[in-house]
């Protein structure tokens, strides 16, 4: 159960589009279109922004997409804004019912 | 209003153990999947255990023979017994809902702190 792995720290200007990787293997993200992302403020409750790879749930900006390639799962967001600054987590159902998070990174808006 | 709220943390001395609770309003937790997550000190979210509709349980690795997830349906509360706690324990515990299998986590509470230190 390894962590998924995350760059770090990601950074745009607003109005810029930038894409977060989450990379895992085969036995995750690989063998399962089950990854959600989540978006979480400090202090406050993490938000669910995709779910199912690609699925975007009621009340989430269209400004927030996600896809996958292989091993590797993606959320891109556009047009940046002040309030995408965040630490943004992603999560892979990883079989035998047991699930895995990514290592987090964190979106500052310049 | 669907929401969740945590409610047990606090410090414990390693070896200790602790039951940590879930309340949730505005739905009913038996038709959910319900999920523990935490977060340690300056760290990621890290999954912990999955309370499946069914009643069938599921543990990380570094939490099972340890952890115990549950639910009372009367009170339709989620718990989480957390025994011979360790220090790497130390977090923040969220409960989380996700209404079928394979959605994501759409209600999260705002976390309960554990702290694990003598």
């Known amino acids: 159960q390894s962590a998924l792995t995350q760059p770090a720290s990601v950074s745009g200007s607003p109005g810029q589009s930038i894409t977060i990787s989450c990379t895992g293997t085969?036995?995750?993200?690989?063998?399962?279109?089950?990854v959600s992302w989540y978006q979480h403020h400090p202090g406050k409750a993490p938000k669910l922004m995709i779910c199912e790879v690609t699925k975007r749930p009621s009340g989430v900006s269209s400004r927030f997409s996600g896809s996958k390639s292989g091993n590797t799962a993606s959320l891109t967001i556009s047009g940046l804004q002040a309030d995408d600054e965040a630490d943004y987590y992603c999560?892979?159902?990883?079989?035998?019912?047991?699930?895995?998070f990514g290592t987090g990174t964190k979106v500052t808006v310049l | 209003e669907v929401q969740l709220v945590e409610s047990g943390g606090g410090l414990i001395q390693p070896g200790g153990s602790l039951r940590l609770s879930c309340a949730a309003s505005g739905f009913s937790m038996i038709g959910n999947y319900m999920t523990w997550v935490r977060q340690a000190p300056g760290k990621g979210l890290e999954w912990v255990s999955v309370?499946?509709?069914?009643?069938?349980?599921?543990?990380a690795d570094s939490v099972k023979g340890r952890f115990t997830i549950s639910r009372d349906d009367s009170k339709n509360t989620l718990y989480l017994q957390m025994n011979n706690l360790r220090a790497e324990d130390t977090a923040v515990y969220f409960c989380?809902?996700?209404?079928?299998f394979g959605d994501g986590m759409d209600v999260w509470g705002q976390g309960t702190t554990v702290s694990v230190s003598s």
């Open positions: 085969s036995s995750d993200i690989g063998s399962f279109n089950l």
């Open positions: 309370l499946y509709t069914g009643g069938s349980k599921y543990y």
């Open positions: 999560c892979s159902y990883a079989g035998s019912s047991t699930y895995v």
């Open positions: 989380a809902r996700s209404p079928n």
